[in-house]
């Protein structure tokens, strides 16, 4: 059984979001390759899984997009985590503020 986390927290001026597994982990050479369209990596499909190699360009783009960023931190047999972070606006801020209890 595969394990996932997820989680999101406000950091100076910015949302950052992050997703970790405990897969088999990326080598850094291949980390560079990630974000390219049409790359393919050596990391073994845990299940089975076909891919286009666009996935992470196009979320690269969306958050750009949005004026966040998006990065991974990884090591071979040590799992994955893939972030990526949005600006906190002011009016952003101000509905936070209002929302927490």
Known sequence: MDAYWFS????????VFAV??????????EQQRLFTAFAEVGTRK???ERSTGLGLTIAQKIVAAHGG???????????????????????NANNLQESRP
């Open 8 to 15: 999101a927290s406000q950091v100076g001026q910015e949302w």
């Open 69 to 91: 960023r998006i990065w991974v931190e990884s090591a071979p047999g040590q799992g994955t985590t893939f972030y990526f972070s949005l600006p906190l606006n002011e009016q």
């Open 20 to 29: 970790r597994d405990e897969g088999a982990g990326i080598a850094p050479a």
């Open 46 to 48: 845990t299940g089975g």
